[in-house]
């Protein structure tokens, strides 16, 4: 088929764009593009505007109140636009740093920004966010300033010391995270005694102690103590964090997920009604299962990501990119997602009767959800949708969920998180904990570029089954609610509406 003009500076500028995104660019710079290239994109829906001289990577045909594009460039758009006003004279504020070393996955509304080039301004951003701007007096010297993913924020010591009291009452959970952070009370003692710092000494001691760091708390007070300085210990926290078996500093994403476990599961518990108990006769509940699988798999839903990739450019360049979809190439790729979905099935099968039969739940899906997601996509790799790689495992670059502010974590936090999350489902006693959070804490992690939504939702069943409860539909026509309540668990930590809608949705199919 034979290309016009614009297709082929599209595809110029597509392949372009792809450049800047496996580099690392999720916020794009005007001067990263030609005139003719940016033009081309952001007629074509491929780019958005952010503000003046930015621009996000977005989806042909997609709702412009559609939040993913700006949540998955918001932080790369900080630091770029940051470092073109300031260079290096910048950081977050230390309220948004202890955040970051805590290992947030929520974007926050306003990012407030200190240097002294501010000017007390404020820029307004997509979705009510917004920078301001603070013209900083007292700006820290390089070396307590680091890039925290990619934004200049304090040294966790520094935010530590800056954060007002409150923090310890609003951000309760993040405050303990990044306190376990912390491998020794050193660098501590040393931003103290520098500041002269009596009386934040006296919270910090508290809120270490309180979070089951004693020795940190006795050698800050020791220390100050040991310089002169009378020292009052006091607990900022409002309620007593629950405790964390070790000592040491670990990754923040392992704390926040045994955290919100702890804080979680008795929630779960009271919406849910007694366990079953393992069928007495597995074959007869396996055979309600299999009955449930057509209504089941019509009901799957999928997330997509948002990546230009190397055979939309060739369809561009060939004159066979379609904005409206190609139908034939969407009735196939629908055909190999109901094949993958019936094997995966299968296997979620074999995992359930072996549970049913005595395996430990979380063991046998640490050991058997690998296969599921091979199972899920090997049809398209027999098709030539997909590669042979992407069968290999968990995800290799970050993923963003649609509409959510949660940013799931980077590639690397995966590795640890999902050996984490199998740790909890081994050790929690109660079915109906293992199926929620487990859910919850599995499309949170998102170890996966796609169909994490799916897979969820089998680890969700198998957990259910592992209690004796009946195989639940989550029905497309409560999408709506159903996600709601992710969102409301993942950036809130509220996890009682999810809870009640899987509870309710386990009576209606």
Avoid at 251 to 260: A, F, G, K
Avoid at 261 to 269: L, S
Avoid at 342 to 361: F, M, S
């Amino acid at each position: 088929m034979a290309t016009t003009p614009a297709q082929r500076r599209l595809a110029d500028a597509l392949d372009v764009l792809k450049k800047l995104q496996d580099g690392g660019k999720t916020a794009v710079k005007s001067s990263d593009l030609t005139r003719l290239q940016r033009e081309s994109l952001v007629s074509n829906g491929f780019l958005r505007l952010i503000v003046k001289g930015w621009y996000m990577p977005s989806r042909p045909g997609e709702d412009t109140g559609d939040s993913t594009p700006w949540y998955a460039a918001m932080r790369d758009f900080i630091h770029g636009y940051c470092d073109e006003r300031f260079g290096n004279n910048w950081h977050v504020s230390a309220e948004y740093s202890l955040l970051l070393h805590a290992g947030t996955t929520i974007s926050p509304r306003q990012v407030v920004i200190h240097s002294p080039l501010g000017k007390n301004g404020l820029l307004q951003l997509p979705d009510e966010c917004s920078i301001l701007d603070y013209k900083a007096k007292d700006f820290p010297s390089a070396a307590k300033i680091q890039a925290v993913d990619g934004v200049r924020a304090l040294i966790l010591p520094l935010a530590l010391i800056r954060v007002p009291e409150a923090f310890f009452v609003t951000f309760a959970q993040d405050a303990q995270i990044a306190l376990h952070q912390l491998r020794d009370a050193s660098e501590l003692n040393r931003e103290l005694l520098e500041g002269g710092h009596s009386t934040i000494a006296g919270r910090l001691a508290g809120a270490l102690r309180a979070s089951g760091r004693k020795e940190l708390a006795d050698d800050v007070l020791a220390t100050m103590r040991a310089a002169g300085f009378v020292v009052n210990e006091i607990n900022p926290f409002n309620v007593t964090p629950p405790s964390l078996q070790f000592t040491r500093a670990q990754s923040p994403y392992v704390l926040r997920m045994r955290l919100m476990w702890q804080a979680m599961r008795e929630t779960v518990i009271a919406c849910f009604p007694l366990e079953p108990g393992t069928p007495v006769d597995i074959d007869k509940y396996m055979e309600v299962v299999e009955e449930t699988y057509q209504t089941d798999a019509y009901h799957s839903l999928s997330i997509e990501g948002y990546r230009v990739t190397a055979e939309l450019i060739q369809k561009v360049a060939t004159g066979n990119w379609n904005p409206d979809d190609n139908a034939s190439d969407a009735e196939a790729k629908n055909a190999m997602a109901a094949h993958g979905y019936w094997l995966a099935h299968n296997e979620v099968k074999a995992t359930i009767r072996g549970i049913l039969a005595g395996a430990n739940p979380g063991t046998a899906f640490r050991l058997d959800h690998g296969s599921w997601y091979r199972k899920l996509f090997s049809p398209n790799v027999d098709a030539g949708f997909l590669k042979p790689v992407d069968l290999a495992g968990y995800r290799a670059d970050k993923v963003f969920i649609r509409n959510a502010s949660h940013v799931p974590p980077s590639q690397e936090a995966v590795r640890d998180m999902m050996p984490e999350l199998c740790d909890l489902l081994e050790a929690e006693p109660n079915a109906a904990v293992r199926a929620v959070l487990g859910h919850f804490l599995f499309v949170y992690i998102h170890p996966y570029f796609d169909g994490n939504g799916r897979l969820g939702r089998f680890l969700m069943n198998t957990m259910l089954a592992s209690g004796g409860y009946p195989w639940t539909v989550i029905r497309i026509e409560l999408r709506a609610d159903y996600m709601a309540a992710l969102e409301s668990a993942s950036s809130r930590g509220e996890i009682k509406p999810f809870a009640e809608f899987i509870a309710k949705s386990m009576n209606v199919h």
